[in-house]
């Protein structure tokens, strides 16, 4: 639709209060990364459109403007608040890699004209700064960073902010310092309020704790966490015990006293801040909680490396903008803003029927984004997605890139509605709409080819000389309806297909035959499990060693598998009750239904069960190893998968992310990251020749 030129220009429409002050934070937020490092998402129109929604709001509700707001202020305003602050609330400076933290850790000793004594390294929390004052062990303020010298009293948010306790452990008179954000399911639970309230959805976590946090009398409440970075006396020249304690004590100390009084620390996850005496300890943390990110019930956009001494910190002193005795090590942006161009519907392998969002190309986290999981309809629904929406997506490591919710600000009133398929978008039969993922009524039918392909595949039961057209060909005469029929198809069978002369029949064959021997990790990955690829698989069958045990298994076994939850192990548990057919054609078939090598418990002994997936004691044993970049020598031949299965047929963990655990890397040419992370880590790193050598016996 074009815009009729003589219109007033466009402007957000904001529905109620708190899109107000989600709107003014988004505001602020955009100048303040537009004037600071010129990074804001907003281009100028969504900026100059958004402002101009908050005015309106503004006209129409006088009482609740906001001190914040970018209204009428140069460059959208120094954020200002009305209660001052005790001491200021700075900012960090940052640095982006290893060679620019060195810089900094080295100007920083010139400075002192010693070595730092001790670095304690955090994470960055991603949420907003506030102080919370106690008197006499009772929180009775609640104040935002504001400008850092003067913040706004939210106060009223006292009571709905998790590890921020209203009293303490002790009845002391502090001034805590830290971050309130949203975890994810806060995140989720919030928006499905709002939808519920007035349809529309907060655009991030971020956004949505800064509403969240600064809103008075919504109907809804939001509950918000907080994690303590650091603790002030108060008032700041108190001198009482507590006051020159906090004054002295090591950083790392104040925060063991600050989780003593009940307060949340990210102590408690997995990103807890750690001592450290040398710059390379500092590098393989700030590696390590990178590599924690993707896996975080909360945001971090960074790593923050502290003083940890008193007299270091006191030494360093101040700029006008921030500490110079930390440092904030910034990590690539996880979360970006871009357009909802489309969205296509697909029908899987297992007959779910699932949304992809089509996005303009985004640059995130390393890579460029142009796909985005939707779930289903429900969740579309739910976050009230448009098409020409501009959306968050959040990518971390390997996560597959998500779209988060849409950015309602940003409307300009040309948004379209998302078509919903009425039929399965690849037979055309009907949907079932009964689950939250709607399934094509006839299952993994619909798509037999797609999972006989996939069944026969070189990772799974490598049966060679079936190809596509193959498969199709025998579905169409009706010889087979899924894979387990292949093993009964006879030789005659065969030699009647077209193009199928005697060779091609015997080589099918004997392929046929061998496949009937592959492992129990291949079989069990070839049924096609949601949520069970190639690795789960193999972590499945050496678990349970032999598929009558995984057809036992209840959902609580079946989650004692690393890396199954209480959301996946249902799914697998109702999945397999749905291949029963399937699973018992293959034992009739002879198919080899267990696993090498995997120790079970003698019959009966109930208490033999941790005995069950224990491997022998082979080379491996007790091992986690990581395979990266392109295997040679001996292993040149070899796919990823069949790498990964050598480590564990040599008693070994096979895993893709390298940390501290790590025992060995095997890196073959153009190994890159995960090699040099294994050199920071000082993780042992082997070649393809070294390793092959070391499994010999395996290969
Ligand atoms: S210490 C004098 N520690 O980062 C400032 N800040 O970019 C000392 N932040 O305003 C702050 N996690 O809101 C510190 N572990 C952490 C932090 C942290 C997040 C925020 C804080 C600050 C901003 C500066």
């Given at each position: 639709?074009?815009?009729?030129?003589?219109?007033?220009?466009?402007?957000?429409?904001?529905?109620?209060?708190?899109?107000?002050?989600?709107?003014?934070?988004?505001?602020?937020?955009?100048?303040?990364?537009?004037?600071?490092?010129?990074?804001?998402?907003?281009?100028?129109?969504?900026?100059?459109?958004?402002?101009?929604?908050?005015?309106?709001?503004?006209?129409?509700?006088?009482?609740?403007?906001?001190?914040?707001?970018?209204?009428?202020?140069?460059?959208?305003?120094?954020?200002?608040?009305?209660?001052?602050?005790?001491?200021?609330?700075?900012?960090?400076?940052?640095?982006?890699?290893?060679?620019?933290?060195?810089?900094?850790?080295?100007?920083?000793?010139?400075?002192?004209?010693?070595?730092?004594?001790?670095?304690?390294?955090?994470?960055?929390?991603?949420?907003?700064?506030?102080?919370?004052?106690?008197?006499?062990?009772?929180?009775?303020?609640?104040?935002?960073?504001?400008?850092?010298?003067?913040?706004?009293?939210?106060?009223?948010?006292?009571?709905?902010?998790?590890?921020?306790?209203?009293?303490?452990?002790?009845?002391?008179?502090?001034?805590?310092?830290?971050?309130?954000?949203?975890?994810?399911?806060?995140?989720?639970?919030?928006?499905?309020?709002?939808?519920?309230?007035?349809?529309?959805?907060?655009?991030?976590?971020?956004?949505?704790?800064?509403?969240?946090?600064?809103?008075?009398?919504?109907?809804?409440?939001?509950?918000?966490?907080?994690?303590?970075?650091?603790?002030?006396?108060?008032?700041?020249?108190?001198?009482?015990?507590?006051?020159?304690?906090?004054?002295?004590?090591?950083?790392?100390?104040?925060?063991?006293?600050?989780?003593?009084?009940?307060?949340?620390?990210?102590?408690?996850?997995?990103?807890?801040?750690?001592?450290?005496?040398?710059?390379?300890?500092?590098?393989?943390?700030?590696?390590e909680i990178a590599a924690a990110r993707a896996d975080l019930e909360f945001g971090i956009d960074g790593i923050v490396v502290k003083c940890d001494l008193a007299a270091d910190q006191a030494a360093a002193g101040f700029s006008s903008r921030a500490p110079r005795w930390a440092v904030a090590y910034k990590l690539p942006a996880t979360e970006k803003i871009t357009k909802l161009l489309a969205v296509e519907w697909n029908t899987g392998r297992t007959g779910i029927i699932a949304p992809r969002a089509v996005l303009e190309p985004v640059e995130l986290d390393g890579s460029v984004v142009t796909y985005a999981t939707l779930h289903n309809a429900a969740d579309i629904a739910r976050r009230g997605l448009m098409i020409g929406d501009s959306v968050t997506v959040y990518k971390a490591g390997d996560v597959i890139p998500r779209v988060e919710a849409p950015v309602v600000h940003l409307r300009t009133g040309d948004e379209t509605p998302i078509d919903i398929p009425q039929v399965c978008p690849s037979c055309g039969d009907a949907i079932d709409a009964g689950q939250e993922r709607w399934r094509c009524v006839r299952g993994r039918a619909c798509r037999a080819i797609a999972s006989i392909e996939y069944a026969v595949g070189r990772d799974q039961l490598d049966i060679e000389g079936l190809a596509v057209n193959r498969i199709k060909q025998m579905l169409d005469a009706d010889l087979i309806t899924d894979f387990a029929d292949l093993f009964f198809l006879t030789r005659d069978q065969l030699l009647a297909l077209d193009r199928m002369g005697e060779t091609s029949t015997d080589n099918l064959l004997a392929a046929l035959e061998r496949a009937k021997a592959q492992p129990l990790s291949r079989v069990f990955c070839a049924l096609g499990v949601r949520g069970t690829g190639r690795s789960m698989s193999r972590r499945i069958a050496a678990h349970f060693g032999t598929m009558d045990a995984i057809r036992a298994a209840d959902a609580a076994a079946i989650q004692q598998v690393e890396g199954i939850g209480p959301e996946k192990a249902p799914v697998v548990v109702a999945e397999l009750a749905e291949l029963d057919p399937l699973i018992d054609k293959l034992i009739k078939a002879g198919v080899n239904m267990t696993q090498p090598g995997v120790v079970r418990p003698p019959a009966g002994d109930s208490d033999g069960a941790e005995a069950a997936g224990e491997p022998l004691d082979l080379p491996l044993s007790g091992m986690s190893v990581v395979v990266t970049g392109t295997m040679t020598g001996p292993l040149a031949a070899l796919s990823r998968n069949e790498v990964n299965e050598l480590v564990e047929r040599a008693g070994g963990k096979a895993s893709s992310g390298v940390s501290a655990k790590t025992s060995l890397v095997v890196a073959g040419d153009k190994a890159g990251s995960k090699r040099t992370k294994a050199e920071t880590l000082g993780v042992r790193v082997a070649t393809p020749e070294e390793f092959a050598e070391l499994v010999a016996a395996f290969l």
């Open positions: 639709m074009m815009r009729d030129m003589s219109e007033t220009p466009p402007m957000t429409a904001i529905a109620d209060e708190t899109a107000y002050a989600e709107a003014v934070q988004l505001a602020v937020d955009a100048s303040a990364a537009y004037y600071g490092d010129g990074t804001s998402t907003l281009d100028d129109d969504a900026y100059d459109r958004l402002v101009r929604g908050i005015e309106a709001y503004e006209a129409g509700h006088p009482d609740q403007v906001l001190p914040t707001s970018p209204t009428g202020k140069v460059a959208g305003g120094a954020v200002v608040g009305d209660v001052p602050h005790t001491v200021p609330m700075l900012s960090l400076d940052n640095v982006f890699g290893p060679d620019q933290l060195a810089a900094w850790a080295a100007s920083l000793e010139r400075r002192l004209d010693r070595p730092v004594t001790a670095w304690s390294v955090e994470a960055k929390l991603d949420g907003l700064a506030v102080s919370a004052r106690y008197r006499r062990g009772r929180l009775v303020q609640l104040v935002t960073r504001g400008d850092g010298q003067a913040g706004e009293d939210v106060s009223h948010s006292i009571g709905t902010i998790v590890g921020l306790p209203e009293r303490l452990a002790e009845p002391v008179t502090v001034e805590l310092r830290g971050e309130v954000m949203m975890t994810t399911a806060q995140f989720a639970d919030a928006c499905a309020k709002r939808q519920a309230h007035d349809g529309t959805t907060f655009a991030n976590p971020r956004s949505a704790a800064a509403g969240t946090l600064r809103t008075k009398d919504r109907p809804y409440v939001c509950e918000l966490t907080f994690f303590g970075y650091g603790a002030l006396p108060l008032p700041p020249g108190d001198d009482s015990p507590l006051a020159v304690r906090l004054r002295e004590l090591p950083h790392s100390q104040i925060m063991e006293w600050v989780a003593g009084q009940g307060v949340q620390t990210t102590a408690v996850t997995p990103v807890a801040g750690v001592l450290v005496s040398d710059l390379a300890a500092v590098q393989a943390r700030v590696e």
